[in-house]
């Protein structure tokens, strides 16, 4: 029978008024999992189904709910009416698009905890615990037992279902593909898997209950080519598996990742080890060929690049690129294994790092950081500054202590440091009040499933959310990064110069979104300096701003012992914040997407992918512990011959030689041409290769774009 | 020095081995029919119009001190014969419909912009390439620049039509690590019908620069029903067999792609009715190269 999830707590929660709430969620959880109806299909090859759900009561329902929680934890500062007025210039930053808060999920369960030991050993740990160890880790203890039986018994369910579905089936070929369902589940609900296939059963159902307990997204599932090796070479050794078999439960693996759409779930394959080589092996392989082979939107792949990496391994990761989907991204090891030590993470661990949802670098099964914890709009600030601390959309009003009269401000100098002073004003603002909202978030919303996956949590007693596992971070993303930077070039360029406009009216030219300053708009967009042209003046300014964000990131410390870490991606989160954001120095109208990422604003590069590498690399990645995006859109086309191809790969080394940290690449079909024909501003940053040259398509003659619509179909070209 | 440049365009990656810069030098003394950079056949500053982009606004007639820019009855007049390049239609245009087509450039300048992209030619095997239009009509621009960047270890590409005294050659010979030479036809008044000139100083500069050993890309553009016969390709085969040795060769298919270009420049385009050859016709030509065990580029 299905259940809703958020039914199901509402009654245990209900039942359990007087518990601790850990043990009230593990509760809740726990007859979720015994009440569910179990989906089995008689012809799946691997048992599982991650069905969409909610998260209600594992997660803040929003802001209000935790600033609310704050002050019933701690009245006393609702009295203090400095802390109160700071948390309602934080709602109120959440709703003008200031701001934006999503502080769960994001994590990479140790799964290869589970492997090694099974939920058996882990139930055996807890009861050791809650009879021998300490009085004030007997909550953890208990809530950890009584979800870690549950599991253990949802194992054993889709043993049985296996077992009834089987009964009943005609064809030798399902039937013994139950069978082998059957055997693994019955073993793995206590033991350590066996085999390869028992190990790809038990991984998805630590999964899928990971995902049942706090579905937020992004809970990645870390170095699978590596901790699924061992079974499969035992197999392999044994005479038991071969590749294409291999392959094939894979596949059924990567079509249970398919059934949670946009479910960010991270594979992360290869990477080097200081003590040994570049780790890569026969799964890496048949990952990347089954996201090939099934072209879905999860997993979401990402490769540990290195300049050891494979020739033959490179050549399969090329192929899945061209194919358009997406994945994988690459990320270069050197620089992400240093943004992790320098905040306080082991050489090993960080050797060991998995990418969590995106693009955020985590340590697996040791790490807890809220990546989507907390993210700032750097062109809200400017917004707000040329409004009068209003925002332009809602009208809602946001204030600094600085707030000067636009007049009295005199040189681009004086204009840049008041940026920096109401940007490090509303960065410090949330940084603390986030801080607030760690020290009783474990008490609210722990999670006891995730956290007995995690190492360190039931030694402690402490739930991943308080501060139970090895790592514990905060996290601090950035948006609207290249807008700021073009806007304060564009300013420094049109105000405070010669017969410059003042700063009055343009103020008021942009509270009118640019109409009947078309001219203006013109010098704006196409003479002004832009980031991603290797142009120093545009450049320098990113560089110093992203520094600074960075420097003041670091002064900060959490509830938890941790540090806080930086990272420049946005998600989609560009589109949301934009629709917030007003019309801006360089050109960009009200309520338009703000760049992606680190990436410059779209259609602002124009000189080609070697100066937005340039550019983008003058930033220092080492720095951002939790990740970066630089996304490069190519033609398919582009792939038609292998010089283009060898000469993508140069692309990519020049760029990781640089001390990029992170790329991605969209190949676009000629469906997109046709819209980029229809709406070329949308499509600015599209490269194609034309003959001989590579060019902006929407830079081109129409008789050119036309040639090139028609052009994927040749060959010689 | 100055140079008269067209454009530089990074990531060039069909110009020579690696990743490029290739700098577009203006001026050319080959009239291609089918050629695919109109806008580089003229020595100086040419005005581009691009018609999709204008919005009839007029500033541009307003701003023009020549008369050039007009409307009339909706419709947009542009009389190329009495303008003065003085970029005023250009600077005062809001929609980015009227640009320039040339500018000139120190070799400085130019270094500085090749040398943004090092980091590329160092992981590609990459480097410069000198092209246009025909870029050793700007002897010694093109031989300062070549020599400069021969100083700072650069690679260095010449993309050449050949169709100049072999003076020119000799003067920056010491600084050009490839020659890309463009073989049109081998027919001496085929060449001249579709191309303006005849090719015998082109054709006996290749056999100096192949005699003293340089490195040589022959590129052979094929267009349908101009060069693509056999008999055509089969003398040029035949040519290149003689010579002491060529790196390699390579058949360029023809496109339109530049047609768009002509009428924002003024010219007017004269192969409209000619296709892209086929892929079987490619590879027939191809097989030519082969069974000569010339080495030919697939």
Redesign the interface.
Known sequence: MFVLRKDVFERVLNETIEEPKVVRLAKCLSSFLHENEIILSFDDILAGHAQFCDCTYSTPSGALEEVNTLFAEEPVLEKNSEVKAQLEQFLIGMRIGMYQRGPSGHVIAGYATILKKGFGSLIASARNQLNNGMESKKDFAQASLVICEAASNYALRYGAKAREIGEACISEVYKHQMERIITACEWVSLNAPRTFFEAVQLLWITHEIVIYEQYCGSMSLGRLDQYLYPFYTKDMAEGILTYEEASEIIQALWIKFGGLRKGYQNVTLGGYSSKGKYEVNDLSFICLQASRLLMIDQPLLSVRWHETIPEDFWEEIQKLIETGIGFPALFNDEVAIEAKERLGISKEDAEGYGIVGCVEISIPGKEFSHTEGFRINWAKVLDLMLNAGVCSITGESMKSPYSPILKDIKSFEEFYMWFKKDFFYFLDLGMSCINLFDKHYSKHWPTPFLSSTMTGCLEKGIDVTGGGTIYNLTTVNGCGMANVSDSLAAIKNVIYKENGLSLTEFSDILHNNFIGS??LL?ELK?KCPKFGN?DKEADTILKELTDDFCIQIDNYVNPRGGRFQSGLYTVETHAYMGKLTGALPDGRLKGVALANALSPVQGADV?????VI?SITKINHRVLGNGMVLDLKFHPSFFNNN??R??FK??I??YF??GGLEIQFNVIDHETLIKAQEAPEDYKDLIVR?????AYFVT?????QD??IARTQ???? | MEGMISNI???????GP??RT?VFFKGCNLHCLWC?NPETIRPGKDLQF?E?KCNLCGNCSKACPNHVHAIKNGERILLRDLCESCGNCIEHC???ALISTGKTMSVEEVIKEIE??R??Y???G?GVTLSGGECLLQRDFAGALLKQCKNQDLHTAVDTAGNVPWKVFETVLPYVDLFLYDMKLFDRNKHKAATGVDNDLILSNLIKLSDIGKKIWIRIPIIPGINSSTEDINETADFIEKLKFIDSIEL??Y???????YK?VGMEYKLTSIK??T?EL?NSLIDIFDRKGLNIKR
Do not use: C, W
Not at chain 1, 690 to 694: E, I, K
Not at chain 2, 255 to 261: A, F, I, M, Q, V
């Open positions: 078309e001219k013109k196409t290797d000189i080609g992918p070697t100066a340039k010089k283009h060898l000469a140069y692309l080394n020049t030689k640089l034309v003959s001989g040259f590579s081109l003659d129409r008789v050119l040639e090139i040749y060959s010689t070209i | 365009q990074k990531f060039s990656i069909d110009d690696g990743i290739t695919h691009l999709g809001p929609t980015g943004k992209d980091p590329f160092e992981t590609s990459g360029l298919p496109h339109n792609l530049g047609e768009g270009k924002s892209p050859p892929e490619m």
